[in-house]
């Protein structure tokens, strides 16, 4: 069984705080890594994604993927109350033409103003 | 922006009638999801559409279960006769390829009540 974890918080970091979000995965084939942010009754949003080692950037959030530790993490700089959600790691599931996303349980992150 | 649909909103239904689920995927996409995430619990998968036949479904995704692309827009999940456990918000994805390197866009979901 392929498993994806993440810590369900809540973790809660005060406005303008950097926010660090960690999933850890069990599957050593994995090559691609999304973050999804989902808020309380809506659907996920897809925010980034990182297929090689080392840190992406994209405005405020930075992911990082260590492939030998089997960890990717999102960091959320200057964060805003807005950025109060559930975020949602998913690991594709390895194997040639296998295309379902394998999703943890989501952390809960709530900026206080 | 181009954005998967979904209809309706919020389905209540009873115990072991039918209900059909339907989506309108992005335009130029051409693989079609179904995930459902039971209220407190994950977003899990159900099952992938291509090129008009299942590519891939999970132990969910039983004989109560069916997907249908109709027509060029539409992509359908019928649920056959429907039991308490099916409560849940049921999301629509689709993308442009398939495979591990793929980015899933989602609809905004159905609400499935069974009452």
């Known amino acids: 069984q392929k498993e994806v974890e993440q810590n369900s918080g809540p973790l809660s970091v005060p406005e303008g705080a950097i926010a660090s979000l960690n999933c850890t995965y069990s599957d050593r084939g994995s090559q691609s890594f999304f973050w999804y942010r989902q808020y309380s009754g809506k659907s996920p949003e897809l925010i980034m994604f990182i297929y090689s080692n080392g840190d992406k950037e994209d405005g405020r959030f930075t992911a990082q993927l260590n492939k030998a530790s089997q960890y990717v993490s999102l960091l959320i700089r200057d964060s805003q109350p807005s950025d109060s959600a559930t975020y949602l790691c998913?690991?594709?599931?390895?194997?040639?033409?296998?295309?379902?996303?394998?999703f943890g349980k989501g952390t809960k992150l709530s900026v206080i103003p | 922006e181009p954005e998967v649909t979904q209809t309706p909103s919020h389905q209540v239904t009873q115990m072991g009638q039918e209900v059909i689920l339907r989506c309108v995927p992005i335009s130029n996409h051409l693989y079609f999801y179904w995930y459902r995430q039971i209220l407190g619990q994950k977003v899990e998968f159900l099952v992938s559409?291509?090129?008009?036949?299942?590519?891939?479904k999970s132990e969910i995704f039983d004989d109560q279960f069916s997907v249908e692309r109709p027509d060029g827009s539409n992509f359908t999940l019928k649920i056959r006769s429907t039991k308490l456990e099916d409560s849940a918000m049921y999301f629509c994805a689709s993308s442009v390829t398939g495979g591990g390197f793929t980015e899933a866009f989602f609809g905004q979901g159905t609400r499935l009540t069974v009452v």
């Open positions: 559409f291509y090129n008009n036949e299942i590519s891939e």
């Open positions: 998913a690991v594709p599931r390895s194997g040639a033409g296998s295309y379902q996303l394998t």
